[in-house]
């Protein structure tokens, strides 16, 4: 069985603002968020607070909602910027999503980004997974990360039924 771990809404809290103060120590301003849902959608809205700028939203598909843990054959477009807004043509992106696992849905998703008219696009996640990933980011794009950590099943709160014992099983730091 996997090991698990759980992170509050304060953990992340705490994690974005250190993840923002690396975007912004990079020198790249940043002109927009597009947040890769779900999981990017909560972080995205998160490091707003410390960017503040818009946040725009993909939606892609690769894991097999019918089978836990399961992956389908390939990423597949759900919600998409298409056509890109006139207001996003050349400007620097920053993708947020919340964790760099396999790398799969991030590779798909920049390499499509990368076909577009933007400036920079740079990549922000709350969590880089240490191991080996399936998926490879483009070149050039510059990566920033809030913290690594080790490849356990992440269990974040806004995934969490019972957020009273999910904080609980935070706050015991309970890995099965």
Same mark, same amino acid.
């Given at each position: 069985? %996997?090991?698990?771990?759980?992170?509050?809404?304060?953990?992340?809290? *705490?994690?974005?603002k250190?993840?923002?103060?690396? +975007?912004?120590? #990079?020198? +790249?301003?940043?002109d927009?968020?597009?947040?890769?849902?779900?999981?990017? !959608?909560?972080?995205?809205?998160?490091l *707003?607070?410390?960017?503040?700028? $818009?946040?725009?939203?993909?939606?892609t598909?690769?894991? /097999?909602?019918?089978?836990?843990?399961?992956?389908?054959? #390939?990423v597949?477009?759900?919600?998409?910027?298409? $056509?890109? $807004?006139?207001?996003?043509?050349?400007?620097? +992106?920053? +993708?947020? /999503?919340?964790?760099? =696992? #396999? *790398?799969?849905?991030?590779?798909?998703?920049?390499n499509? !980004?990368?076909?577009?008219? !933007?400036?920079?696009?740079?990549?922000? &996640?709350?969590?880089e %997974?240490? %191991?080996? %990933?399936?998926?490879?980011?483009?070149?050039g794009?510059?990566?920033? #990360?809030?913290?690594? &950590?080790q490849?356990?099943?992440i269990?974040? $709160?806004?995934?969490?039924d /019972?957020? =009273?014992?999910?904080? *609980?099983?935070?706050?015991?730091?309970?890995?099965?």
């Amino acid at each position: 069985m %996997k090991k698990k771990i759980w992170y509050t809404y304060d953990d992340v809290h *705490r994690v974005i603002k250190q993840l923002a103060d690396k +975007v912004k120590a #990079s020198g +790249v301003q940043y002109d927009a968020m597009i947040a890769i849902g779900g999981g990017g !959608f909560i972080p995205a809205r998160i490091l *707003r607070c410390f960017l503040n700028i $818009p946040i725009y939203a993909v939606t892609t598909a690769y894991y /097999d909602g019918e089978h836990t843990g399961k992956v389908t054959d #390939s990423v597949k477009k759900i919600q998409w910027l298409d $056509p890109l $807004p006139e207001t996003l043509k050349g400007k620097n +992106v920053l +993708v947020v /999503d919340e964790v760099d =696992d #396999s *790398r799969v849905t991030l590779e798909f998703c920049l390499n499509e !980004f990368a076909k577009e008219d !933007f400036g920079t696009i740079g990549i922000a &996640v709350l969590h880089e %997974k240490i %191991k080996e %990933k399936k998926g490879k980011l483009p070149e050039g794009m510059p990566y920033f #990360s809030g913290i690594t &950590v080790q490849d356990w099943w992440i269990n974040y $709160p806004w995934d969490a039924d /019972d957020i =009273d014992e999910h904080n *609980r099983l935070a706050d015991q730091a309970t890995i099965d």
